[in-house]
């Protein structure tokens, strides 16, 4: 059932998704500004947070008002403004600018109020409400970010739609483009979808905002009731969402309600590396909330369709780390040897190659290079071609790895 909220009546109950999804954003939001403000020399940040399907601000809890997510938005700025400033001599001005949307009417009215009272002064150079359709006003708002903020273009938008075709994909893709720096979370009842797909016109119309043609949608079909099944169809999901958005780079986990086995997607669309790597070691300290099936290593979301039925589902929780650090050691020196058997690679091209294909954090990536390069698998030169010492402890992303001259796989050879 979809949110109501209405000016004069109690908002709704909060669902346990919805929880889910509020506090990771919460995170993600927390993470986002202090990535960005390491620099203590660093005078003002400016951000643009846009809220594309705002709701009515708040929810009930049991005998609790919680927060919805425009109030968790401007309660992480609220927050970000003092945690930045404690340790620094000079002062952090963290200049904001939100857009709330949303296209009911009583929607906005209970969010206009609910601001009210919490003392935000609303239609104001802080935050703008918009009682309109998304689409019909993303335009307008990517060229007032850019106004705003002509060099950085900072933005996250939060695209919280109910299901899975109330965004268009190409919408997604038009914020990329106009505005390089901008992140997007997009929340897809990836679930309701793939049991839902079906030849008949009225599915057919209901996809057309992302872009299917009725050849792919027979395939997805083919795929949910051949032996890759759901899994299967996820990973083609997964693949043309990012193709039609024009994402550099994607997490896409699962949050998976407790009460309903229907698990909604809480993607993360961007086109940039850090900024994945934020989000994925969110998940990492958000475990329990995010689940995807597939290995460790290169196959997250990737599974053999070949073997549909031993997919592991992997919780971020430790013992997840451990198998992953060991998968990870296993198939990099195969995964390397395809990247850099001709020429070294740098450890940030590395990144780029295999980000979209595993839930490690750089971090992870970076240990398992180190490990291998401590087994003499692999060697570590500087940008300009000179071997690092042994016993590194740390990566810089300029590093390159390289094979040694004695090849340690059995059955490669090297091509130099
Ligand atoms: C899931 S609720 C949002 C909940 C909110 N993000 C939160 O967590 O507090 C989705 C909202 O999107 C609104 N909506 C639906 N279609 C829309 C559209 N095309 N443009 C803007 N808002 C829309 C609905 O009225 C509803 O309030």
Not at 19 to 26: N, P, S
Not at 281 to 289: A, D, G, P, Q
């Amino acid at each position: 059932m979809p949110f109501k909220w209405h000016p004069e009546e109690p908002p709704p109950i909060i669902e346990e998704h919805s929880k889910a999804k509020l506090l990771v954003l919460r995170k993600c939001l927390r993470a986002y500004f202090d990535r960005l403000n390491v620099n203590p020399n660093r005078e003002e940040f400016k951000l643009d947070l846009v809220d594309g399907f705002a709701g009515g601000g708040t929810f009930r809890d049991g005998d609790d008002i919680v927060s919805g997510s425009p109030l968790v938005m401007l309660e992480e700025v609220e927050t970000a403004r003092g945690r930045l400033n404690r340790k620094r001599n000079k002062p952090l001005r963290v200049d904001c600018k939100c857009y709330f949307v949303d296209v009911e009417q009583a929607h906005t009215d209970h969010l206009r109020r609910t601001l009210i009272e919490r003392d935000h002064v609303v239609d104001s150079t802080e935050i703008v409400v918009l009682n309109e359709a998304f689409e019909n006003v993303v335009d307008d708002i990517s060229t007032s970010i850019r106004h705003r903020q002509p060099r950085a273009g900072r933005a996250i938008f939060l695209l919280d739609q109910t299901g899975f075709s109330r965004v268009e994909l190409t919408l997604v893709a038009r914020i990329l483009s106009e505005l390089p720096a901008a992140e997007v979370i997009l929340t897809f009842a990836a679930d309701v979808l793939t049991n839902h797909l079906a030849e008949t016109p009225q599915i057919i119309k209901s996809v057309a905002p992302l872009q299917m043609t009725e050849a792919q949608i027979r395939d997805l079909i083919e795929q949910r009731d051949g032996s890759g099944g759901r899994a299967l169809v996820q990973r083609t999901l997964r693949g043309h969402v990012r193709l039609m958005t024009g994402a550099t780079f994607d997490t896409p986990f699962f949050i998976r309600p407790v009460q309903s086995r229907r698990a909604l997607w809480f993607l993360h669309l961007s086109r940039h590396p850090t900024a994945r790597d934020v989000m994925v070691r969110l998940h990492w300290e958000t475990h329990n909330t995010f689940e995807h099936y597939g290995p460790g290593d290169f196959g997250m979301l990737g599974w053999d369709a070949l073997r549909p039925n031993d997919i592991p589902l992997f919780n971020f929780e430790d013992l997840e780390a451990q198998q992953m650090q060991r998968q990870l050691l296993e198939s990099m020196p195969k995964r390397l040897f395809g990247l850099a058997s001709e020429e070294p690679i740098s450890v940030e091209a590395l990144r780029y190659a295999v980000a979209n294909e595993t839930a490690a954090r750089f971090s992870d990536l970076d240990k398992t290079l180190l490990t291998l390069a401590g087994e003499r698998k692999i060697e570590i030169l500087n940008v300009d071609g000179k071997r690092r010492s042994r016993g590194l402890t740390r990566l810089r992303a300029t590093d390159r790895i390289a094979f040694p001259d004695t090849l340690f796989l059995p059955g490669f050879s090297r091509l130099r």
